[in-house]
């Protein structure tokens, strides 16, 4: 028997994002460079970001809600910010 289970968390605030450490860390990568006046890093890294950690957690949801007994209502919960993304 497998001792390792997949599970999905939906409190905290899991109960408002799906990934809220992807969304802290997304925030992290834009504000950081700004401690420096780096706009332009700022602006890029963050967009370069975004298409990567899309792709990512494109894979990662496919696999996630494949799972049997997955609450559906995490599937409609906003991936990042409540209300925006």
Same mark, same amino acid.
């Given at each position: 028997?497998d001792?390792?289970? %997949?599970g999905? &968390?939906? @409190?905290?605030?899991?109960r408002?994002?799906?990934?809220?450490?992807y969304a #802290?860390?997304? !925030?992290?990568?834009?504000? %950081?460079?700004l &401690?420096h @006046?780096a706009w332009?890093t700022?602006?890029?890294?963050?967009?370069?970001? #975004?298409i990567? !950690?899309?792709?990512?957690l494109s894979?990662e949801?496919?696999?996630?809600?494949?799972?049997p007994?997955l609450?559906?209502?995490?599937?409609?919960e906003?991936?990042?910010?409540?209300?925006?993304?």
């Open positions: 028997m001792s390792t289970k %997949l999905v &968390i939906t @409190t905290g605030p899991f408002y994002v799906r990934h809220p450490n #802290a860390v997304f !925030l992290e990568m834009f504000f %950081l460079p &401690i @006046t332009i700022g602006l890029a890294g963050s967009l370069g970001h #975004a990567v !950690l899309s792709q990512r894979t949801e496919k696999v996630l809600f494949r799972r007994g609450p559906r209502g995490h599937v409609f906003a991936r990042f910010l409540p209300g925006l993304f």
